[in-house]
Nanobody, 123 residues
Framework: VQLQASGGGLVQPGGSLRLSCTVSGSSFENYAWFRQAPGREREGVSC????????YYADFVKGRFIISRDNAKNTVYLQMNSLNPEDTAVYYCATDPFPCYRYGSDWHRFDYWGRGTQVTVSS
């Protein structure tokens, strides 16, 4: 299983970014994003079950972030809006054979994840 996140960068507060994650070698049906800021623990951000398109979000991103998947392109997206400096972190995409809800919002515990992409929110 290989996952590669991209799309990060520097954005001003209130701005938007869309992260992409290309997936290969996976037949799993659950994909997630998690992040890690300097000096902080990893935290789950969002999760999607591709079988029923159910989506899950951590409270701190609800209403701001949207997760989606393009099965034809084997790509998972994270649209991030209304970004604030607290969103600054390295963002990772991950996959797992178990459904999103099994982990609560601890999707950073997913078994497979790849290199992350840096998101910096600063003026």
């Amino acid at each position: 299983v290989q996952l590669q996140a991209s799309g990060g960068g520097l954005v001003q507060p209130g701005g938007s970014l869309r992260l992409s994650c290309t997936v290969s070698g996976s037949s799993f049906e659950n994909y997630a994003w998690f992040r890690q800021a300097p000096g902080r623990e990893r935290e789950g951000v969002s999760c999607i079950s591709t079988t029923d398109e159910k989506t899950y979000y951590a409270d701190f991103v609800k209403g701001r972030f949207i997760i989606s998947r393009d099965n034809a392109k084997n790509t998972v997206y994270l649209q991030m809006n209304s970004l604030n400096p607290e969103d600054t972190a390295v963002y990772y995409c991950a996959t797992d054979p178990f459904p999103c809800y099994r982990y609560g919002s601890d999707w950073h515990r997913f078994d497979y994840w790849g290199r992350g992409t840096q998101v910096t929110v600063s003026s």
